[in-house]
């Protein structure tokens, strides 16, 4: 009788042990995989503080790169549940090969700034002032595979710099090399608003340091984002993207100079 009692309890145990295992794997659910332009690196880690506190159980992971290389990533079959992008041509070449389900959607417009060495005659000058024998370099990003380097270009060639002056531009292969040559190498050199965010408090004021870059001199920089057919059945996911859509996410984006088109 002893040994049926025993042989029981183990029993039981092991019945009560394999469903509890199905219960976790049940409320498993997969981290929101996040492909992200490189210019929200310096506000998507405020997003993603807010947005925790809000989803506590939430979970995702994003990877930043230039728009070029994580579209070129997600054509050449990279896995992802959204992608936000600097501008609208990635997502709509990537829903038109049929590797998203949604079509692109604007969340955002970003501004350009021209930040340049101290004390040059920058409010008085504009961009006039990259002439200046002072400056030695004029740092963009990318051209080929980041909007931000589509729109400086536009910019200095709608702004009739002369060759000595286009001559003196170089390309950033990613936004935080242009941070630091523009802030701490003594370059000049065009970034997205967002930047400010992570200057020197000293280094802040407008007309100083920096400018902000009429946007009739650029393509207007429209930034999209499209989601993935496993994006939509996430739950992370689908919160994170209600979170951007929310009041408190559009107000971090516009503290952060960009205009909110959600």
Same mark, same amino acid.
């Given at each position: 009788m002893c040994k049926k009692l025993i042989l029981l309890f183990f029993l039981l145990l092991q019945i009560s042990t394999l469903s509890a295992d199905k219960n976790v794997t049940k409320a498993y659910v997969r981290p929101a995989f996040i492909?992200?332009?490189?210019?929200?690196?310096?506000?998507?880690?405020? !997003? !993603?503080?807010?947005?925790? &506190?809000k989803?506590?159980?939430?979970?995702?992971?994003?990877?930043?790169?230039?728009?070029?290389? #994580?579209?070129?990533?997600? $054509?050449?079959? =990279?896995?992802?549940?959204?992608?936000?992008?600097?501008?609208?041509?990635?997502?709509?070449?990537?829903?038109? %090969?049929?590797? #998203?389900? @949604? &079509?692109?959607?604007?969340? @955002?417009?970003? %501004?350009?700034? $021209?930040?340049?060495? &101290?004390y040059l005659p920058l409010q008085k000058e504009g961009i006039k002032v990259l002439a200046s024998k002072k400056i030695k370099n004029i740092t963009i990003a990318n051209k080929k595979t980041a909007p931000y380097g589509v729109a400086a270009m536009q910019v200095l060639k709608n702004s009739k710099c002369d060759m000595k002056t286009l001559k003196k531009?170089?390309?950033?292969?990613?936004?935080? @090399?242009?941070?630091?040559?523009? !802030?701490?190498?003594?370059?000049?050199?065009? %970034?997205? =608003?967002?930047?400010?965010?992570? $200057?020197?408090?000293?280094? &802040? =004021?407008?007309?100083?340091?920096? !400018?902000?870059?009429? @946007?009739? %001199?650029?393509?207007?920089?429209?930034?999209?984002?499209?989601?993935?057919?496993?994006?939509?059945k996430n739950p992370n996911a689908q919160k994170f993207l209600r979170f951007i859509h929310s009041n408190t996410g559009k107000k971090i984006f516009q503290d952060n100079g960009y205009i909110n088109l959600l």
């Open positions: 492909l992200a332009s490189s210019n929200l690196e310096f506000v998507f880690p405020q !997003i !993603i503080q807010a947005f925790y &506190k989803y506590p159980n939430a979970s995702v992971h994003i990877q930043y790169d230039s728009s070029g290389y #994580s579209a070129d990533a997600i $054509l050449h079959g =990279k896995e992802y549940d959204i992608y936000f992008s600097a501008n609208k041509r990635y997502p709509a070449q990537i829903y038109k %090969l049929k590797k #998203s389900a @949604t &079509k692109p959607i604007d969340y @955002t417009q970003g %501004l350009l700034i $021209l930040f340049v060495p &101290k531009v170089r390309y950033s292969s990613d936004v935080a @090399t242009a941070i630091d040559n523009v !802030i701490w190498r003594g370059d000049a050199g065009f %970034l997205s =608003k967002s930047a400010l965010y992570i $200057l020197p408090k000293g280094r &802040k =004021k407008e007309g100083i340091d920096w !400018i902000q870059i009429d @946007t009739k %001199l650029y393509n207007h920089i429209i930034q999209a984002y499209v989601v993935s057919k496993e994006g939509l």
